[in-house]
Structures are given as C-alpha cells and as structure tokens.
Nanobody, 129 residues
Framework: QVKVVESGGGLVQAGGSLRLSCTAS????????VGWFRQVPGKEREAVSCIDWVGSKFSNTYYLTSVKGRFTISRDGAKNTLYLQMNSLEPEDTAMYYCVVDGLGIGADYCTGYSFGNWGQGTQVTVSS
C-alpha cells in the first residue's frame, strides 16, 4: 500500500520560514504528480502547489496566487521526498497542510485533487502575527 507522511509543521512568527517534508512509501514520487493542499476549519480545501511527474509532456507546475514568490515546491528523487519551502510566512498561511501523491489534474493556473489520490494525515502550520 501507498503511505504518505508529512512533517515539518510548527509555530512560526510572521516573516519567518518553514520547510515541509513529505515522505512516501510504496510509490516513487518522481513518477507521480504530487502536490500540497491546505485547509482551515470552515473553509474550502485549496491547492497550494502542485507539480507533474518527472518527464511529463505537460510539465505543469502550479502555485496558488497568494504564495507565488514565497513558496517553492521541490522533489528529491534519491530520498523519495517532496518538499514545500515556505518563506515570508503570513498569518493567512495558517492551516493544516496535506501532501498528495497522484490523483491530481495540474495546469499552469489550477490544480485539482481527487479522492483516489494518496493523501497524508496533514501537518499543522501556525503563523503568529
């Protein structure tokens, strides 16, 4: 079975940085579309950043408009780990962040996550003002 585990969340002051990690087992991340979503209680889940599998003819990378220039998604094939580097954090970034492996539709200006994808348990990010 595929298992996805996020880590790296925590409490940070506005303007600070945090790096989230997503380690997967039972699947090779380089061969899958992967992404990060976040959700706040009472609000809709939203895609933060997504990237196609390595070698995809589409090679799409998506970033939520509000995080462009501040967040960077990356993947380390040797470690089979997905990262989300978050800089210049704002209180509005406070949310539960989820890693998703496969089950994604990615375009330059959108990323849709489907139920059949592999979702992690989430890691909490809290940014104080």
């Amino acid at each position: 079975q595929v298992k996805v585990v996020e880590s790296g969340g925590g409490l940070v002051q506005a303007g600070g940085s945090l790096r989230l990690s997503c380690t997967a087992s039972g699947v090779t991340l380089d061969d899958q579309a992967v992404g990060w979503f976040r959700q706040v209680p009472g609000k809709e889940r939203e895609a933060v950043s997504c990237i196609d599998w390595v070698g995809s003819k589409f090679s799409n990378t998506y970033y939520l408009t509000s995080v462009k220039g501040r967040f960077t998604i990356s993947r380390d094939g040797a470690k089979n780990t997905l990262y989300l580097q978050m800089n210049s954090l704002e209180p509005e970034d406070t949310a539960m962040y989820y890693c998703v492996v496969d089950g994604l539709g990615i375009g330059a200006d959108y990323c849709t996550g489907y139920s059949f994808g592999n979702w992690g348990q989430g890691t909490q990010v809290t940014v104080s003002s």
